[in-house]
Nanobody, 119 residues
């Protein structure tokens, strides 16, 4: 079955960096666009970044542009999110997700990893 397992979260001071990873299994990883989402306390889950199946195209939420970088390694079935210049408002649970092949819906989600940025 499809599994997405995030890792790399933690506590970091403002201005610091973290690298999140998502290990995928149970499906042909290189066929699927992948994304990262964030849910801040008391808020809805928001889009952070996505990457096309071969890693050629990337997309970012405006507030992450220039600070976050999404990448993937199709040989290792992993998708990563490098987060630099972190701000307290980046605090939340970060989720890895797999996009459906034929529409814009993300249909599979990981369990999430907590990122806390202290001021």
């Amino acid at each position: 079955q499809v599994q997405l397992v995030e890792s790399g979260g933690g506590l970091v001071q403002a201005g610091g960096s973290l690298r999140l990873s998502c290990a995928a299994s149970g499906f042909p990883f290189s066929n699927y666009e992948m994304g990262w989402f964030r849910q801040a306390p008391g808020k809805e889950r928001d889009f952070v970044a996505s990457i096309s199946s071969r890693g050629i195209s990337t997309y970012y939420a405006d507030s992450m542009k220039g600070r976050f970088t999404i990448s993937r390694d199709n040989a290792k079935n992993t998708v990563n999110l490098q987060m630099n210049s972190l701000k307290p408002e980046d605090t939340g649970v970060y989720y890895c997700a797999r996009k459906d092949l034929f529409n814009t819906v993300y249909t599979y989600w990981g369990q999430g990893t907590q990122v806390t940025v202290s001021s």
